[in-house]
T-cell receptor, first 114, second 109 residues
Framework: NAGVTQTPKFQVLKTGQSMTLQCAQD?????MSWYRQDPGMGLRLIHY???????DQGEVPNGYNVSRSTTEDFPLRLLSAAPSQTSVYFC?????????????FGQGTRLTVV | DAKTTQPNSMESNEEEPVHLPCNHS???????IHWYRQLPSQGPEYVIH???SNVNNRMASLAIAEDRKSSTLILHRATLRDAAVYYC??????????FGKGTRLHILP
């Protein structure tokens, strides 16, 4: 059982470049979310999805786009990377937003924007 | 989202119990108390959660005050592998998981 898989694990981008961070889960979870974690800080919610075709903004959505075409995948897109987006990004999934149960997190993508 | 207050850091000796406190004086009746931890260079992992009664699992115990305005995560016998940041989170139904700054736990050999 793979759980939540994030790719790539590391990425260096130049300012203005675009890229997509991939997140996939194999647990048939409805709820998926993206967080960023800056050095010495807690995680901040970027975007989340309560099911295929449904997404919404979290605490810090600016500069990021998401879509959810399948239950399994929830990619995060940076359209024009900025140095302020240098961070570690975590994807998470759980059974359903309406059911209080545990969330599973990926191992993270460490992104550096130069 | 309701707020929690945790100490920034704590130290404990290896093989001794650890009590990690969390204050949540504005908790609502439908908020569950969740604990997650984040080991170095890893994503957060679920530890335990509860509503009103104390809870035990293979990782830890959760003691919830009778008025629910505070709770304590108990690691019964800390190991070096338990060194991590521990997050106390309130989460009601239909709530997202919102992280605070957590408590950095140092385990002394």
């Amino acid at each position: 059982n793979a759980g939540v898989t994030q790719t790539p694990k590391f990425q260096v981008l130049k300012t203005g470049q675009s890229m997509t961070l991939q997140c996939a889960q194999d647990m048939n979870h409805e709820y998926m979310s993206w967080y960023r974690q800056d050095p010495g800080m807690g995680l901040r919610l970027i975007h989340y999805s309560v099911g295929a075709g449904i997404t919404d903004q979290g605490e810090v959505p600016n500069g990021y786009n998401v879509s959810r075409s399948t239950t399994e995948d929830f990619p995060l897109r940076l359209l024009s990377a900025a140095p302020s987006q240098t961070s570690v990004y975590f994807c998470a999934s759980s059974y359903s937003l309406g059911v209080v149960t545990e969330a599973f997190f990926g191992q993270g993508t460490r992104l550096t924007v130069v | 989202d309701a707020k929690t207050t945790q100490p920034n850091s704590m130290e404990s000796n290896e093989e001794e119990p650890v009590h990690l406190p969390c204050n949540h004086s504005t908790i609502s009746g439908t908020d569950y108390i969740h604990w997650y931890r984040q080991l170095p260079s890893q994503g957060p992992e679920y530890v335990i959660h509860g509503l009103t009664s104390n809870v035990n699992n293979r990782m830890a115990s959760l003691a919830i005050a009778e008025d629910r305005k505070s709770s304590t995560l108990i690691l019964h016998r800390a190991t070096l592998r338990d060194a991590a940041v521990y997050y106390c989170i309130l989460r009601g139904r239909d709530d997202k998981i919102i992280f605070g700054k957590g408590t950095r736990l140092h385990i002394l050999p």
